[in-house]
């Protein structure tokens, strides 16, 4: 299935070409000196138009889904996770809390009818917990695959499935192709698709709008921003995974048979994506 690829023009810049040109005819007109305070009454006018970023927020999210958690929230574009795009999470090791960060967010997402899917996941959900978290078992699909080329199309074929409201993935392999890929393929779909990466990937290329690192600190989970279409949060911000009433203390357990998408070979009961999302 080929995707069109978008392009790696600067994120920051203005959208709605009127507005946009409005805005320069504006500041041409009066004379702004860009080291001063705009004071004009006609460039504040424009600058409130919804069309108009500034550098110093964060760029608008049209279909942002609350985290569940205020001080993430405050930093996340459209305060909360892009209903619409990938994230990429850096996670040091897995059992830190990566999931129950997520459980909000689902819960949001299944309450509107739609389904949630994970893609080789390196752990077996637990499901008692999750089903006390509110998330319905029924709308809740594991999959689980023989190759890496199989994860790659089973996660795209999720992240633009109409019925898909959120779609997990461990991929231990991809380029840069593919994850722009499944970036289009999430902008399409509509689908907040969330790519679980190692550390050691934090200088490689993304197309995902949004990258973060977590870490265990302190007994709670630390997350650093670090990319975002806004301004840079040079800070981690400590969550309490645990503060969610009804937060299950172990949703995820480890399990032996991990397929390739991540670190292990599927030792047990390996079949084809194709198979398992028909």
Same mark, same amino acid.
């Given at each position: 299935?080929? %995707?069109?690829?978008?392009?790696?023009?600067?994120?920051?810049?203005?959208?709605?070409?009127? !507005?946009?040109?409005? =805005? %320069?005819?504006?500041?041409?007109?009066?004379?702004?000196?860009?080291?001063?305070?705009?004071?004009?009454?006609?460039?504040?006018?424009?600058?409130?138009?919804? +069309? &108009?970023?500034?550098?110093? $927020?964060?760029?608008?999210?049209? %279909?942002?889904?609350?985290?569940?958690?205020?001080?993430?929230?405050?930093?996340?574009?459209?305060?909360?996770?892009?209903?619409?795009?990938?994230?990429?999470?850096?996670?040091? *090791?897995?059992?830190?809390?990566? &999931? *129950?960060?997520?459980?909000?967010?689902?819960?949001?997402?299944?309450?509107?009818?739609?389904?949630?899917?994970?893609?080789?996941?390196?752990?077996?959900?637990?499901?008692?917990? =999750?089903?006390?978290?509110?998330?319905? /078992?029924?709308?809740?699909?594991?999959?689980?695959?023989?190759?890496?080329?199989?994860?790659?199309?089973?996660?795209?074929?999720?992240?633009?499935?109409?019925?898909?409201?959120?779609?997990?993935?461990?991929?231990?392999?991809?380029?840069?192709?593919? /994850?722009?890929? =499944?970036?289009?393929?999430?902008?399409?779909?509509?689908?907040?698709?969330?790519?679980?990466?190692?550390?050691?990937?934090?200088?490689?290329?993304?197309?995902?709008?949004?990258? =973060? !690192?977590?870490?265990?600190?302190?007994?709670?989970?630390?997350?650093?921003?670090?990319? *975002?279409?806004?301004?840079?949060?040079?800070?981690?911000?400590?969550?309490?995974?645990?503060?969610?009433?009804? %937060?299950?203390?172990?949703?995820?357990?480890?399990? +032996? *048979?991990?397929?390739?998408?991540? $670190?292990?070979? $599927?030792?047990?009961?390996?079949?084809?994506?194709?198979?398992?999302?028909?």
């Amino acid at each position: 299935m080929s %995707a069109a690829v978008p392009s790696q023009g600067a994120n920051c810049a203005p959208s709605g070409g009127s !507005a946009a040109a409005a =805005l %320069a005819n504006a500041t041409a007109s009066v004379g702004v000196n860009h080291t001063r305070a705009i004071t004009s009454p006609v460039v504040t006018a424009l600058l409130a138009h919804p +069309a &108009i970023w500034r550098g110093d $927020d964060c760029a608008p999210e049209p %279909a942002a889904v609350s985290s569940g958690f205020a001080r993430l929230d405050a930093v996340l574009p459209g305060r909360g996770w892009p209903g619409a795009a990938l994230t990429e999470m850096l996670l040091e *090791r897995e059992g830190i809390g990566e &999931i *129950r960060l997520m459980l909000p967010a689902l819960a949001q997402l299944q309450a509107q009818g739609r389904d949630i899917v994970w893609i080789a996941p390196p752990y077996r959900p637990y499901a008692p917990a =999750l089903a006390a978290a509110g998330l319905d /078992l029924a709308r809740f699909l594991i999959v689980r695959c023989a190759t890496s080329q199989d994860t790659l199309w089973a996660y795209e074929q999720a992240l633009r499935a109409p019925e898909c409201g959120a779609a997990f993935a461990w991929l231990a392999q991809h380029d840069e192709r593919s /994850l722009r890929r =499944l970036q289009v393929a999430a902008r399409e779909g509509r689908t907040w698709g969330v790519l679980w990466r190692r550390p050691g990937q934090r200088g490689s290329a993304t197309a995902a709008p949004l990258r =973060l !690192a977590l870490a265990p600190r302190d007994g709670r989970l630390a997350v650093s921003v670090l990319k *975002r279409r806004g301004a840079e949060l040079p800070q981690s911000i400590l969550i309490d995974v645990d503060a969610v009433p009804g %937060a299950p203390a172990r949703p995820a357990i480890p399990d +032996a *048979r991990t397929s390739t998408g991540w $670190d292990h070979a $599927d030792r047990a009961h390996p079949f084809r994506a194709r198979q398992a999302v028909q």
